[in-house]
T-cell receptor, first 112, second 115 residues
Framework: QKEVEQNSGPLSVPEGAIASLNCTYS??????FFWYRQYSGKSPELIMS????GDKEDGRFTAQLNKASQYVSLLIRDSQPSDSATYLC????????????FGKGTKLSVKP | DADVTQTPRNRITKTGKRIMLECSQT?????MYWYRQDPGLGLRLIYY???????NKGEISDGYSVSRQAQAKFSLSLESAIPNQTALYFC??????????????FGEGSRLTVL
């Protein structure tokens, strides 16, 4: 069974700080990686995707991928209370596109 | 209107009843999925379909069945509901492999309670 592991949290950071969310995955052939944000009672929405080793930046969000270590992270700079949500890491099994395996999510709380 | 629409949004039923959750999409995607979400367990895949004639079991298909009536419609059935099927159910879609990013687009969810 392919696995995606995340710390469940909750992770609490003060407003303006950097929030660091981590994810490890077991499938060495995985080629694409996704971070979804889910507000309580709402559906997940994609915030970042990354396919190559290194960093990918989009506004206040940076995804970091290290395929050798099977590790992907999400950094949120200048955290805002509106960033308070559960962040889900997702990986397609077997390196294919299609259905995703999700981690259990990390709950982030940004305190004003 | 939402691109991925689920009905009903909320449903309370009794053990042993047959329940159908419906999903329709206007995104023109070939691929459709049903996930369930339980507190502390994340999203788990029930069934997925890569086109109208292709249906595949996911991680937790026991007790569920699906029907892909058209490219835009994918329904999930619980033939005889049991209390541990109480969960939040999400339908999702994605583009086909060629040219697709792999991103899933989710419906708003259907909250099912089985008493």
């Amino acid at each position: 069974q392919k696995e995606v592991e995340q710390n469940s949290g909750p992770l609490s950071v003060p407003e303006g700080a950097i929030a660091s969310l981590n994810c490890t995955y077991s499938d060495r052939v995985s080629q694409s990686f996704f971070w979804y944000r889910q507000y309580s009672g709402k559906s997940p929405e994609l915030i970042m995707s990354i396919y190559s080793n290194g960093d990918k930046e989009d506004g206040r969000f940076t995804a970091q991928l290290n395929k050798a270590s099977q590790y992907v992270s999400l950094l949120i700079r200048d955290s805002q209370p509106s960033d308070s949500a559960t962040y889900l890491c997702a990986v397609p099994p077997g390196g294919s596109q299609g259905n995703l395996i999700f981690g259990k999510g990390t709950k982030l709380s940004v305190k004003p | 209107d939402a691109d991925v629409t689920q009905t009903p949004r909320n449903r309370i039923t009794k053990t042993g009843k047959r329940i159908m959750l419906e999903c329709s999409q206007t995104k023109g995607h070939d691929r459709m999925y049903w996930y369930r979400q339980d507190p502390g367990l994340g999203l788990r895949l029930i069934y997925y379909s890569f086109d109208v004639k292709d249906i595949n079991k996911g991680e937790i298909s026991d007790g569920y069945s699906v029907s892909r009536q058209a490219q835009a419609k994918f329904s999930l059935s619980l033939e005889s509901a049991i209390p541990n099927q109480t969960a939040l159910y999400f339908c999702a879609t994605s583009e086909s492999l060629a040219g697709g990013t792999g991103e899933l687009f989710f419906g708003e969810g259907s909250r099912l309670t089985v008493l």
